[in-house]
């Protein structure tokens, strides 16, 4: 056995140099190479906490999330196995880096619990581990204000408002943490006061975009974005979720298809994601959107799940119906109306689910064509002429399959109401 510990020894020092040499890719920006890497030395030394967390890191910023969120899995798994065996750094860099990815991947309940045990496990010492009890006090800080725990957030924000860091890195942490929690607490004008801070900082673009467009998602969702002040913006350096909020704050954001939605899922990360359904929806008043929304918080764990509903509740548990005001030459919702023929199939199909919410085929076929039961042709003539309907209606309001064929009936879609003028 202690023949074998030299090459041991040997092996993790050559993983380690190689660990360190892939890292000035990260500094270059040149993020697809160091996933190749990466990948490269977990081939060769096998699976390591760091270089799964570094992978997951590279991933993130390269915009390939769906690899982003493989490798913050297999981080998770691992961090769970090994957590005793690392060294008091490699514990706490790991944690730091580890609850971001978490939070990035909308599992929440995930980076609560790994920020709580952090300060628990290994007989924490505050004061011997300052820097780290501070770092993660501030992402516990910007987490809990997001989920609405507003005893903790008091708690935290007086602890977080007397950290001082000459880091700057840290610095835009603690700014951005100080930043959401004053806007959760007082209102918006607080945290704008708290963004000039930043503002005397020497700080890359990225970061300072981050915190920007934070405050931005919040003026977005009060419907106050108009009052908003980029200042010198560089538009270059935007992330496509900085270019998603700035789209969604103008008019055309009302021309938005769920097509072109669906295809943003694999463009940002999957609470980046939630968070631009939620804002969409909220400017658009889809309804697809957000049963989009739910379908995407259902596919996470349950306690996920259960704070996240928790947060965005409004927009879940929200009643909502679909009017339309219709007449023998027009559907309208709103501002937004679609011409229709006086007596085609359009005008007629509206004019019959304005007074019944579903029937049987063979009944609007006769309806419709004055067509009597039994006719093959006649059934395919309505389920094209349906299918076109919707493919307009959807085109024009963002609205998909408004009326469905199924089991013999024709089925106005829930939350739809067709109503006559």
Known sequence: MSSMSPQLTSLAEQRMQAHRDLRRYFAEGNYGQAVKEIKQVIANYGSHIGLLLDLASAAYLGNKHSLCRVATQEAFIVFKEVQGLLSDRSYQRSCLALGKMLEEMARVSDALDL???????????????????????????????????????????????????????????????????EIYLHGLEYGRSRLQQLEKSEISNEDRNLVHFDLFEEFLRQGREKDFDFGEMQVSTLSFYEKTLLLLSKAEALNISMSQINSWKDKCSPMCYLK????????????????????????????????????WKEVIEEKQEFVFKVSVKMIAHKHIAMAVRENSFDSQIVGIFSQTRQMSVENLIHKIYNIEQGDVYAFEKLRIAILRFNQKIERKFHLEQVIKISQGLAVLKEGIRFERE
């Open 115 to 181: 920020y709580e045990l952090a300060l628990r496990n290994r007989a924490f010492d505050r004061l011997v581990n300052f820097e780290f009890y501070q770092k993660i006090q501030v992402q516990r800080l910007r987490l809990m204000t997001f989920c609405g725990k507003s005893e903790n957030v008091h708690e935290l924000y007086n602890d977080c408002f007397n950290f001082e860091t000459s880091d700057l890195n840290f610095k835009v942490q603690l700014i951005h943490g100080l930043m959401l929690s």
């Open 276 to 311: 631009i359904l939620i804002l969409a929806y909220m400017k658009t008043r889809q309804p697809e959107l957000r049963h989009r929304l739910i379908f995407e918080i259902n596919g996470l764990n349950t306690q996920s799940q259960k704070i996240l509903k928790k947060v």
